[in-house]
């Protein structure tokens, strides 16, 4: 470990510490830069400097919706790398220096689903849009000594923050932090998706609804999982050109299809149906659309967009009982941080898995606003924020 | 069980026999004499021993479709082979078969792989034919043409199936029992077997305790499950279910403050790992969809609903909940394969299909079948031509 990124301890352990972070305020309105106080660690947490955090679409959509589980004055950013700057009471998995991903997925790595291997959601600390940590209260203040929520057990978007440690994974340093940082959401979630979730076979037909960094992770985890066809629907042409870096052979205009519908269309090019359909946007439509466009007999869909709460999907019970499909949903991938993101790290390093392709900007922490705006307008990927700079 | 036919005498010509016809929905079948024509190619014509009462063939006979009518229903049956159209190598005269209504061509890309039975040459469909030539091979004695059902009717001492709806065995099993493969037992077993593939020690709640519903039990027990909860509105079903495996009941009727899904994943700490919708009503689908274990809950749909009828799931519980739902045919079973291994675990006294035969009796009986099921005063009514 480099000593000169070593965090000094001495100095702030055990110690609230004051540093910048980027606050959402007001639901629609640019994130403030401002100082904030980070309590000390408690039992069983530690706190991290941030070294880098991305923008997923799942920040800007907290940062937009005006109802709970909204919240504000909150800490959005869930993607990311850090150094372990100190440990809480009872710590032994992390010591300083460590480096960590924080992962919005709990990993308790007791409870009945972290032993099964047929589950990624621990029970112990359920998958929830928490304003807290785990006890039910924040470590963040304002200078005024109001309490900031947290976001996702993560809560990225500053210098320093405080997670319980079943939301951290130790990392090997060897991995860039602008790459490391990706693995803490989107890109695992994609990739796992295809090779977790779904189970892509060599030679399967995958189609992914949504071309967007999950979409575009899905085809890199099928890509690796030996897929023949990926065929990436969107409706956005501009988009296709990019895809096809990650895989992805074949492409679909939902909006030049004219009289046929998406599924028609899928259904002819893979003659019956794609053997795996990804929903990667967040719209009851189309993971309706994705069924029908799964193959008759083992069509599997995977639900990976988060659509508004209340939003419910409709299947006739004809094609439910006689088609032989399946559904199903995924978090992150259907991953278990704890075991699965360094298997992705060292297939990064050996050069299988490419991770490069999906960082599209980079940006300081002062100019954090920018990166919102990219995504919004559809004009990044990953848009990286380095806190350093 | 092997009884020589002498059927020299009829191979090649039209057989006249007795059938029980459906001619108008609602009403009572009216038992005539049919002419059944010889089997063309890639047919075989069939002897039927016995068959059994589905509730599939009441729902069908309960809906009004336009050109369904005069149909001589039923699907679940054994029979011995009478005589074989052209092109036929798999049959011969004098075997033992088992019609069934999942066709099996052997050669599709579906067929030869391991992971549906949905046979993609000869898609399921609600047929009014013998199978590949739209036609058929039965006329009542005024000339008029009478519509198959399933591909199989069984409702009839001689019947005409194509060879892809037709299972052999090679050895003996009781005939009234030997029927009873051909759906509903099939359907349940092969759902826990093939379906879900439930693991031993798992957990199984199965919502609607009819044949179906008790054939999953059975299923689930051969398969090792340690748990099988049955739900239904009929507590009578209850200690007859006990025979199959079931070790917990839900009463319907009386869960008034909680909802059958609350009380499944309270005594479950979590959900069921498999739930198993044998009654075909979309709110019951939504009650085994939310009953099932978050993780890794799956639930199996295996009840005919009306066609259109829309199943609702809500998108962020499917996100969030790592549940799967999967439909399944016939219980995801290969029939030429999985038949015989069913028919053989049953000689070998592992599979029991004794307690689903409540009523025996003769094809003239078969309207009182039919009260008894829609009644729910039986499980399988089976029908014996001789």
């Not at chain 1, 979630?189 to 899905?218: C, D, H, M």
């Not at chain 1, 890509?223 to 895809?243: H, S, Y």
């Not at chain 2, 049919?34 to 089997?39: C, E, G, L, Q």
Request: contains cysteine.
């Amino acid at each position: 470990m480099d000593k000169t990124k070593k965090v000094s301890s001495k100095s702030t352990s055990g110690k609230p510490i004051r540093c910048r972070a980027a606050v959402a305020r007001k639901a629609g309105e640019p994130l403030v830069i401002e100082e904030v106080i980070v309590a000390p660690p408690q039992t069983g947490e530690v706190r991290v400097k941030i070294i880098c955090t991305s923008l997923c679409y799942s920040d800007v959509t907290f940062l937009n919706l005006k109802d709970p589980p909204a919240c504000f004055p909150r800490i959005l950013g869930h993607e990311a790398v850090g150094v372990i700057e100190s440990v809480g009471e009872g710590v032994s998995e992390f010591v300083e220096g460590d480096m960590v991903i924080p992962t919005f997925m709990s990993e308790c790595g007791e409870c009945t689903d972290c032993k099964s291997k047929k589950s990624n959601l621990c029970s112990k600390f359920p998958f929830q849009i928490s304003p807290w940590l785990h006890d039910g209260t924040s470590r963040f203040t304002d200078l005024k000594g109001e309490t900031i929520h947290h976001f996702l057990f993560v809560s990225s978007f500053t210098e320093y923050t405080v997670l319980h440690v079943a939301n951290v994974t130790k990392v090997d340093s060897a991995i860039p932090p602008n790459r490391a940082c990706l693995l803490a959401c989107g890109v695992s979630t994609g990739v796992g998706a295809a090779w977790k979730s779904a189970n892509v076979e060599a030679g399967s037909t995958v189609a992914i609804f949504g071309l967007g960094s999950i979409g575009l992770a899905v085809a890199e985890g099928a890509r690796l999982c030996g897929a023949a066809k990926i065929i990436g629907v969107d409706i956005n042409p501009e988009k296709f050109e990019t895809a096809k870096a990650f895989g992805v052979t074949d492409f679909v205009d939902s909006r030049s299809t004219g009289d046929k519908r998406v599924s028609q269309i899928i259904i002819e090019m893979t003659d019956g149906g794609a053997d795996y359909c990804f929903e990667c946007v967040g719209r009851a439509f189309l993971v309706e659309e994705a069924f029908a466009s799964s193959r008759k007999g083992w069509g599997k869909t995977i639900v990976l967009g988060v659509d508004q709460p209340g939003s419910q999907l409709k299947f006739t019970s004809f094609d439910v009982l006689h088609l032989g499909k399946t559904i199903s949903g995924s978090l992150f991938g259907g991953l278990k941080p704890k075991t699965d993101i360094q298997t992705l790290i060292k297939r990064y390093m050996d050069k299988e898995l490419e991770l490069d392709k999906f960082v599209t900007h980079e940006v300081g922490f002062e100019d954090i606003n920018k990166a919102f705006d990219l995504l919004i307008g559809g004009k990044s990927l990953r848009c990286v924020i380095w806190m350093d700079k | 069980m092997g009884e020589k036919q002498d059927c020299s005498k009829t191979a090649g010509k039209p057989i006249r026999c007795r059938a029980a016809v459906a001619r108008k929905s609602m009403e009572p079948l009216v038992i005539e004499e049919v002419i059944v024509a010889p089997p063309k190619a890639y047919e075989v014509r069939i002897k039927v021993l016995c068959t059994s009462l589905c509730y599939s063939d009441i729902t069908f006979w309960k809906r009004n479709e336009p050109g369904f009518y005069p149909v001589i229903l039923g699907h679940e049956s054994v029979g011995v082979v009478e005589s074989v159209g052209d092109g036929v190598d798999e049959f011969k005269e004098g075997d033992i078969v088992i019609p069934q209504w999942m066709a099996e061509c052997k050669e599709c890309e579906t067929c030869t792989s391991n992971k549906t039975n949905i046979c993609s040459k000869f898609p399921f469909s609600i047929s009014t034919f013998s199978c590949r030539d739209e036609t058929s091979r039965f006329t009542d004695l005024n000339g008029q043409t009478l519509n198959h059902f399933l591909y199989v009717s069984s409702f009839s001492e001689y019947t005409v199936v194509d060879i892809v709806h037709l299972t052999k065995l090679d050895f003996s099993i009781p005939p009234n029992k030997a029927c009873l493969l051909s759906c509903g037992v099939s359907t349940g077993v092969g759902a826990a077997w093939r379906a879900a593939d439930v693991e031993s020690g798992s957990t199984v709640a199965i919502f609607g305790l009819g044949v179906i519903g008790f054939a999953v039990a059975e299923g689930s027990r051969l398969r090792g499950a340690k748990r099988i909860i049955g739900v239904d509105l009929n507590p009578e079903k209850f200690e007859l279910g006990k025979k199959y495996g079931i070790t917990d009941f839900i009463d319907v009727r009386k869960c008034k403050n909680k909802s059958v899904s609350e009380i499944i994943n309270e005594m479950t700490d979590g959900g069921a790992d498999y739930c198993f919708e044998c009654a075909g009503s979309t709110d019951v689908m939504q009650d085994a969809f939310n009953s099932c274990r978050r993780g890794w809950g799956k639930t199996i749909v295996l009840g005919v609903e009306k066609p259109n009828q829309k199943l609702s799931l809500d998108s962020l519980v499917i996100l969030h909940s790592g549940k799967t739902l999967i439909g399944s045919l016939f219980g995801g079973s290969k029939p030429k394969t999985d038949i015989p291994i069913l028919a053989q675990s049953y000689m070998n006294k592992e599979l029991q299909l004794d307690g689903f035969i409540t009523h025996e009796m003769k094809l003239e009986d078969i309207n009182k079948a039919f009260e008894l099921l829609i009644q729910g005063k039986c499980l399988r009514c089976v029908m014996w031509m001789d």
